[in-house]
């Protein structure tokens, strides 16, 4: 906490935000002329550079990922840090998600369905060793923690495609639960069975839960 707040003091501005975690931190420029971002971004950057050589920290300078973020076209194709020309990112993995320069969840939608295929065929061997109580708990923990992490903030904004195959394999896992091979049982049948809501309601959920949060707590 020290040496981030240092941080903040050393870079921070109106137009730059810092976002600070354990070993990952995230500096998000947004001055209101267009054409000095460039130059903003870079001299920020150099800043946060010697401040982290500063401490003590070696700082592999190549290793900077730098995104435009909008719907417009970066004024450039690359920025300078010390002696290093960064070419600018279409997308980057930040926490685990993938964010997109050009503000589409694409990529994360697509990483989360491909992820849920998988671990899918592994709950089917499982579900032979398991009760139907056990094999619930550990798909709660195992598979919708990994596979819906931090929906609530995509899963709204991807192609109504993407829904419809996540919500199919989301479904596929709860038949597993319930051995419905058959498929006997309609989908609110399901839901109501295992107790387990699907991804849109949870990311409905979670959203409420933080607008309620941020009210009772008057916050902006």
């Not at 920020?44 to 500063?54: D, E, N, R, V, Y």
């Not at 919708?144 to 992490?149: D, I, L, N, P």
């Not at 989301?170 to 309609?186: E, N, S």
């Amino acid at each position: 906490p020290t040496y981030m707040s240092k941080l903040k003091t050393e870079v921070g501005a109106d137009d730059i935000s810092i976002v600070s975690f354990a070993d990952d931190t995230y500096v998000i420029v947004t001055p209101p002329e267009i054409d000095r971002v460039v130059s903003i971004t870079e001299s920020t950057l150099q800043k946060h550079i010697a401040f982290l050589k500063s401490i003590g920290m070696v700082v592999n300078e190549t290793k900077t990922e730098v995104m435009w973020i909008g719907t417009g076209a970066p004024p450039v194709d690359h920025i300078t840090v010390g002696n290093n020309l960064i070419k600018l990112s279409t997308k980057m993995k930040a926490l685990g998600i993938f964010i997109q320069g050009n503000l589409s969840w694409d990529e994360q939608a697509e990483h989360a369905i491909s992820k849920s295929k998988k671990l899918l065929s592994a709950f089917k061997f499982l579900r032979k060793y398991l009760t139907e109580e056990q094999f619930l708990k550990a798909a709660s923990a195992n598979y919708y923690g990994s596979v819906y992490y931090a929906s609530s903030v995509w899963f709204h904004c991807i192609k109504k495609s993407h829904k419809v195959k996540l919500t199919s394999v989301h479904f596929r896992l709860l038949r597993t639960a319930k051995k419905d091979y058959m498929m006997k049982f309609k989908r609110n049948e399901l839901t109501e069975l295992c107790q387990r809501a699907t991804p849109e309601q949870w990311a409905k959920f979670i959203t409420a839960s933080r607008v309620i949060k941020i009210v009772r707590n008057k916050e902006p």
